[in-house]
Nanobody, 114 residues
Framework: QGQLVESGGGLVQPGGSLRLSCASS????????MGWYRQAPGKQRELVAT???????NYAESVKGRFTISRDNAKATVYLQMNSLKPEDTAVYYC????????WGQGTQVTVSS
């Protein structure tokens, strides 16, 4: 099935930017849709953005115009470029592969604070 490993999280000031990466092991990365989700303390996990195998994207209203999801099939990696970050973007960010048995990464912490 392969594994997903996220990276790129950290502490950033409001208005700043971060780029998250999610590297997939195993084969067949290019045929699956991928997604980024986040979970803030005390809240349910929520969808942030998804990208299909064909490159079509979908975003939560709260991040539209600020976040961009992309994928590099040659590197078996999906990215989340996050700009104009706000304190309410603080959460653990997870990537997910939309395979018949969905696969989740371990998460990466993003903290937006001055």
């Amino acid at each position: 099935q392969g594994q997903l490993v996220e990276s790129g999280g950290g502490l950033v000031q409001p208005g700043g930017s971060l780029r998250l990466s999610c590297a997939s092991s195993g084969s067949l990365f290019s045929i699956y849709g991928m997604g980024w989700y986040r979970q803030a303390p005390g809240k349910q996990r929520e969808l942030v953005a998804t990208i299909t195998s064909g490159g079509s994207t979908n975003y939560a209203e709260s991040v539209k115009g600020r976040f961009t999801i992309s994928r590099d099939n040659a590197k078996a990696t999906v990215y989340l470029q996050m700009n104009s970050l706000k304190p309410e973007d603080t959460a653990v960010y997870y990537c997910r592969r939309s395979s018949p048995i969905p696969v989740w990464g371990q998460g990466t912490q993003v903290t937006v604070s001055s």
